[in-house]
């Protein structure tokens, strides 16, 4: 059978990766429906799919019971929140999209016979105790705090899954996705990528929360759909970590910010959020024997590419006010 015949659901369609995969799938030959109830989506990221035959797009809340005519070969699970400040703004459905949305979905791939794989995250490893984190390590996650509603949901969904797998012999995948970026990310979802290129190309200051010692590990979104993409067709259930582990400190990243943007903003410290995982790097040599995979994609080329996207936004946008939300709530120190 070619991709042709094939037919693909992915959840989280308008969100950043799942955009990002509904035009690989697209170009890759299958039939693509799209899934997503806008909380954290936009309609503007699907705007080049609309009237492609190839890929039709259902508005639903996953949390409710799916239905969808005709077979499904694949699902990508990719609707979730996925920023600090939308698990404090939106605890309830964080924590429904990844424990009753993940639960109607594998029921769905069961009626189906189809395979899945879900959105997991480095968050299930929370402040990490081992350094670089393996897929091996069971993590470190403040059950309360205000992360606590996301890390929980992805370490159920987790959970949930390989039931599933084990019980019904469901075909399960579990991509647990380090910190990726790239093209439409949110401007205004708070996290580190859009927050300082937005600001950099406002010309305010650069927010560094706590010192700015934190570590994170970017990778570029084409790298990381690459490896979902691979590992999908991989013939391996348990978690595998997908991330690029090229390390900094989040002060090093604001300064390259800076550097690139050559704006003349400066650094401008805020407290750190609780809970804030103080360093970040995935072992991925799993995925490297597995799938042949590492990202190619430098954080220099990256960047640019994302910082072109940014600045191609429409000005009205870049100025809105709503920016604002996320630096209000980190008080300055
Ligand atoms: N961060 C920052 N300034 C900002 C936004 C984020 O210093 O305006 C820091 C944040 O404290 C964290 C890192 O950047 O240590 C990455 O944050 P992000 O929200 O992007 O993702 P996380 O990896 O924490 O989920």
Redesign the pocket.
Known sequence: MTNKNQRVLITGAAGFLGSHLCDRFVSEGFHVIGMDNFITGHKANLEHLRGNPNFEFFEHDITNFIKIEGPIDYIMHFASP????DYVKIPIQTLKVGSLGTHNLLGLAKAKGARILIAST??IYGDPLVHPQSETYFGNVNTIGP?GVYDEAKRFQESLVMAYHRVHGLETRIARIF?TYGPRMRLN?????P??IG?ALRGED?????D?K???SFCYVDDMIEGLYRLLFSNYFEPVNLGNPDELT??D??HEILELSKSNSKIRY?E??EN???Q?QPDIRLAQDLLDWKPVISRKVGISNTFTYFAALPREQLLRKEHKD??SR?KEK
């Open positions: 996925a920023s600090p400040i480095s968050e992360r910190n979802d708070g996290r580190v990528v927050a300082f600001q650069l927010t560094v929360f706590g700015g934190q570590t994170r989040i002060l990243f604001a805020m750190l959020t804030d995982p103080l970040r996320f630096t980190n």
